[in-house]
């Protein structure tokens, strides 16, 4: 994982597939301590954080926020930038620009990209994403909060 230079950074190279996304936090409705969102994607059969491609002309900030809404249902404020997240998908390199955001308003619907969402305690999180690389989101997320 690396840091990017910051919002509107569209460098990556030609062939580098740009997207965007957020660990999507709350505090628990029971007892004030953090969730984070996870999603599942039934194509994939996996849980990750919100995240996709970025628009033509889409900044990363404004793509993170508007993936978070698609997938979840959920509106959010964005906090602190994590880290940026490299590897190949698909025989692709592929970039992933992350922010901590928390939650405000929203619903989730059930739809074809996104089956399901679990509000999740960071540990539980931890063991319920698929992908090792995620994981330590979470633990930058902890971070930024003041948690770690």
Do not use: Q
């Not at 994982?1 to 628990?28: N, Q």
């Amino acid at each position: 994982m690396t840091y990017g230079d910051g919002v509107g950074d569209e460098e990556g190279g030609g062939d580098t597939v740009l997207a965007a996304g957020c660990v999507l936090w709350r505090r628990s409705p029971a007892d004030g301590t953090p969730e984070i969102c996870l999603v599942h994607r039934p194509k994939y059969d996996d849980w990750s954080h919100p995240k996709g491609k970025l628009k033509p002309g889409e900044g990363l900030l404004a793509a993170a926020l508007r993936e978070v809404e698609e997938e979840t249902g959920h509106r959010c404020v964005p906090g602190a930038r994590l880290p940026t997240v490299r590897y190949l998908a698909h025989g692709r390199p592929k970039r992933v620009d992350y922010w901590a955001a928390e939650a405000t308003t929203g619903h989730f619907t059930p739809h074809r990209e996104v089956d399901r969402i679990s509000w999740l305690s960071p540990a539980a999180a931890r063991e319920r994403l698929t992908r090792p690389r995620d994981r330590d989101l979470v633990d930058a997320l902890l971070s930024t909060l003041n948690l770690a």
